[in-house]
Every structure is written in structure tokens, then in C-alpha cells.
T-cell receptor
Framework: ETGVTQSPTHLIKTRGQQVTLRCSSQSGHNTVSWYQQALGQGPQFIFQYYREEENGRGNFPPRFSGLQFPNYSSELNVNALELDDSALYLC???????????????FGPGTRLLVL | DAKTTQPNSMESNEEEPVHLPCNHSTISGTDYIHWYRQLPSQGPEYVIHGLTSNVNNRMASLAIAEDRKSSTLILHRATLRDAAVYYCILAISSGSARQLTFGSGTQLTVLP
């Protein structure tokens, strides 16, 4: 069973540029969530995709957008990069269908983005 | 947002049990309590979760108070590889999404 993978592992961009981060979900999982983790803080929920549709979003501006593909892999796009976007971006996959909030999310290793 | 409160840091000696506390006084009746941990330079890793009853798995045990306003993650024999940030989380439903709301967690240091 292949776990969650993310690419690239590290990325350096300059302010104002655009970036695309990629995530392959764990086999059998149809839901992908993205999180942003600033240095020294816990991860913050960006959004979640289920069956190619965004079905929930945290407190992030519209310049953070995403896609989910038919094979359940996903992309996170960030436009007009700002210095504060420097962070570890984490992707987590899960299998929806469980009742309530007991669903377990499985995280990838993350992409470290540095904005200069 | 459903919130949890954890100590910023704790220390333990290797091969001794560790009890990591968490307060969640605003928990609702259907909120599950999740624990994740994050080792340096890695993504968070699922540890355990529960609703009302105490739970055990190969990694840890979760003791949940009768009123559900607090819980304790128990590592039965800490190893150096258990040194990590431990997050106590109340998973919430945001619309159709199920999001994990992380706090700052507890940095566990294991001393040899």
C-alpha cells in the first residue's frame, strides 16, 4: 500500500509568483485535505476535496485554490505569493463514509515553500 | 472552533510511561478526540482516536474522562523515537468537510 506522496519536497519562489504543489493520495482514499504549517505552529486547514469538488474551506483567501483529479490526486495552487506564504504545505488523504468526525487523515511529508 | 489545551512541553525518561494531558471543555456529544504526532521534518502521524470509551492500539492508549472534558494519551514505554510534538484534536465538520483543527501541541522530549 503506497502512502501519501507530495512533490516537490522543497521550493523557492519570489513574491508575486505563482506555485503549484502536488499530492498523490493513499490507495483507496477519495478525499484530500490541504494544510499550511508555519514554522513553530500547528497545521492550519486550507480546504478539502471530495470527488473533485471542494467541500470545505478554512480561513484562506481565494488566491489559494485547488483541484482534485479523477484518480483522487490533488493540486494546491497559490497565486500572487506573499512572504507570509512561506510554510510547510501538507496534504492528507482519507476515505470518506465514516459517520461523524472519526475519519482518520493520513499525511504526506509536505512541501517546504520559501517565498523571497 | 472546538479548542483543546495542552502543556507546551513535557519530558520523560526512556522506557518509562508518559501521560500527555489534554483539556477540551467545549467538546460536543459527537466530537471524536484524535491524537496525532509530528516527528521532526515529517508530516503529522495518526496515533489514536476515541469518543467515550478508553481505547488501546499498538502505539498508545487513550483515556477519556467520564464527562469527556479531558483526555490523556498514554505511551506505555517511551523510546527516543517517540520524541515529537503531540497534538490533541477535536475533529470538526465544516459543511461537508471534516477538518482537523490543530493547536500548538505538546513537545515531548525523551531523555536517555
Amino acid at each position: 500500500e503506497t502512502g501519501v506522496t507530495q512533490s516537490p519536497t522543497h521550493l523557492i519562489k519570489t513574491r508575486g509568483q505563482q506555485v503549484t504543489l502536488r499530492c498523490s493520495s493513499q490507495s483507496g482514499h477519495n478525499t484530500v485535505s490541504w494544510y499550511q504549517q508555519a514554522l513553530g505552529q500547528g497545521p492550519q486547514f486550507i480546504f478539502q476535496y471530495y470527488r473533485e469538488e471542494e467541500n470545505g474551506r478554512g480561513n484562506f483567501p481565494p488566491r489559494f485554490s485547488g483541484l482534485q483529479f479523477p484518480n483522487y490526486s490533488s493540486e494546491l495552487n497559490v497565486n500572487a505569493l506573499e512572504l507570509d506564504d512561506s510554510a510547510l504545505y501538507l496534504c492528507a488523504s482519507s476515505s470518506s463514509g465514516l459517520a461523524g468526525t472519526q475519519e482518520t487523515q493520513y499525511f504526506g511529508p509536505g512541501t517546504r515553500l520559501l517565498v523571497l | 472552533d472546538a479548542k483543546t489545551t495542552q502543556p507546551n512541553s513535557m519530558e520523560s525518561n526512556e522506557e518509562e510511561p508518559v501521560h500527555l494531558p489534554c483539556n477540551h471543555s467545549t467538546i460536543s456529544g459527537t466530537d471524536y478526540i484524535h491524537w496525532y504526532r509530528q516527528l521532526p521534518s515529517q508530516g503529522p502521524e495518526y496515533v489514536i482516536h476515541g469518543l467515550t470509551s478508553n481505547v488501546n492500539n499498538r502505539m498508545a492508549s487513550l483515556a477519556i474522562a467520564e464527562d469527556r472534558k479531558s483526555s490523556t494519551l498514554i505511551l506505555h514505554r517511551a523510546t527516543l523515537r517517540d520524541a515529537a510534538v503531540y497534538y490533541c484534536i477535536l475533529a470538526i465538520s465544516s459543511g461537508s468537510a471534516r477538518q482537523l483543527t490543530f493547536g500548538s501541541g505538546t513537545q515531548l522530549t525523551v531523555l536517555p
